[in-house]
């Protein structure tokens, strides 16, 4: 899949668990992994907003695309 999810990355950077950031959003640790695997068919805009948020960061530090 040419868009790669970096949350792992903002994550590690942030010092901050994925159990952690899943309770923040209000999601289950279950669809969190999907979206960090890149299973996800899609992401909401406020979902991506809300991780923005919480992370400090900017859409593009979490969504890249790379082509195949």
Same mark, same amino acid.
Request: aromatic fraction near 2%; hydrophobic fraction near 45%; include cysteine.
């Given at each position: 899949? =040419?868009?790669?999810?970096? +949350?792992? +990355?903002?994550?590690?950077?942030r010092?901050?668990?994925?159990? !952690?950031?899943?309770?923040?959003? !209000?999601? #289950?640790?279950?669809?969190?992994?999907? @979206?960090?695997?890149?299973?996800?068919?899609?992401?909401?805009? !406020? #979902? @991506?907003?809300?991780?923005?948020?919480? @992370?400090?960061?900017? =859409?593009? !530090? +979490? @969504?890249?695309? +790379?082509a195949?």
């Amino acid at each position: 899949m =040419p868009i790669v999810i970096n +949350v792992d +990355v903002m994550l590690a950077k942030r010092k901050m668990q994925s159990k !952690d950031l899943a309770e923040q959003l !209000d999601i #289950t640790p279950a669809n969190l992994s999907i @979206l960090k695997t890149g299973k996800a068919k899609g992401i909401r805009f !406020d #979902t @991506l907003e809300a991780i923005c948020r919480i @992370l400090n960061c900017q =859409p593009g !530090d +979490v @969504l890249e695309y +790379v082509a195949d």
